[in-house]
């Protein structure tokens, strides 16, 4: 995380380097696997229990493109994608519906209110209850 801030260019190519492989990887996956994957499940945690661990901006230039990337993979091959993020990320939601998140996992209730967040956003939730 330190990089983030000190050596940007670093963090990008780090950054690259993991999307590229992985994105590569569960592309063989979906294929190898044709119609048979229902939901694809990614999991960072980007909240802490009354915060973001980074700024929204921050969020923005690092790990927007990214996640970007893995959900059309999902949605290219018809496939849910489910984002898994500990802690009180109330804040990104709307960008996670906007990059086309599908469900929201989980939503933990001492750190944001589910009814608050449902009734206000268009977003599935797979969640169990801290």
Not at 10 to 21: E, I, Q, S
């Amino acid at each position: 995380m330190i990089d983030m801030v000190t050596n940007p260019k670093m963090a990008d190519y780090f950054f690259d380097k993991f999307t590229d492989f992985y994105h590569e990887y569960y592309r063989r996956i979906f294929q190898a696997t044709a119609k048979k994957i229902d939901v694809f499940a990614m999991a960072d945690d980007f909240g802490m229990q009354n915060n973001l661990l980074i700024s929204p901006q921050m969020f923005d230039d690092y790990v927007t493109p990214r996640l970007k990337k893995m959900i059309d993979l999902a949605h290219e091959y018809n496939i849910f994608f489910l984002l898994h993020s500990c802690g009180n990320i109330k804040a990104l939601i709307p960008r996670f519906i906007e990059l086309g998140v599908d469900i929201l996992d989980p939503v933990q209730p001492e750190s944001m209110d589910p009814i608050e967040i449902k009734k206000n956003l268009e977003i599935k939730f797979a969640s169990g209850r801290d």
